[in-house]
């Protein structure tokens, strides 16, 4: 127990040592990263209907979905719903979003996205196409964005898609 404690007042001294403190000579970076949720959101053709392929689909203007983040003890930290662009994509900025514990509550283990509402009378009923109704898991495609004015790290989930209401018989 006492080498343990040892190495971490070592690695700590380490780190004061080598400059982990800001020095005030230099300007704080004010520019924080902003976590960023993207997708689309389709109407499944009624041609593969009853299957997750979306061959035929077309974007859906307007849709909203949801981002949920749960925290380690699995209670909401995070709701936010978002609404898809004129092509059914969804740029989701996860504004307030917090972290309690580095790895428990990453958005790749803890935020999914849900569907919740379709503008279309005939392409409105939900499905589970890469879990839009349970929540889509997300991705890291290796996506991020570092300007001078906006750092972002972007995640993506789905595509996501709503179902026609009345497909005729095949």
């Not at 004010?30 to 593969?48: F, N």
């Not at 392929?53 to 936010?80: D, E, H, T, W």
């Not at 996860?94 to 279309?120: A, I, R």
């Not at 996506?143 to 209401?165: C, E, H, M, N, Q």
Request: charged fraction near 20%; hydrophobic fraction near 35%; include cysteine.
């Amino acid at each position: 127990m006492a080498i343990k404690i040892q190495v971490i007042l070592f690695v700590s001294s380490l780190l004061l040592a080598f400059g982990y403190g800001h020095d005030p000579a230099q300007p704080v970076d004010t520019t924080t990263t902003t976590v960023v949720i993207e997708g689309m959101v389709y109407c499944q053709s009624c041609d593969t209907y009853g299957s997750w392929s979306l061959q035929g689909a077309k974007p859906i203007a307007s849709a909203k979905i949801s981002v949920i983040c749960k925290n380690y003890k699995k209670r909401v930290n995070f709701y936010k719903a978002f609404e898809t662009n004129e092509y059914g994509y969804f740029y989701a900025e996860l504004q307030g979003y917090k972290m309690g514990h580095s790895y428990l509550d990453h958005p790749l283990q803890s935020c999914h996205v849900k569907l919740v509402n379709s503008p279309q009378e005939k392409c409105n009923v939900f499905s589970n196409i890469n879990y839009g109704i349970n929540g889509a898991p997300l991705r890291f495609d290796d996506k991020v964005i570092d300007r001078s004015d906006y750092k972002a790290v972007i995640y993506t989930a789905g595509p996501l898609a709503f179902r026609p209401t009345d497909c005729p018989p095949k």
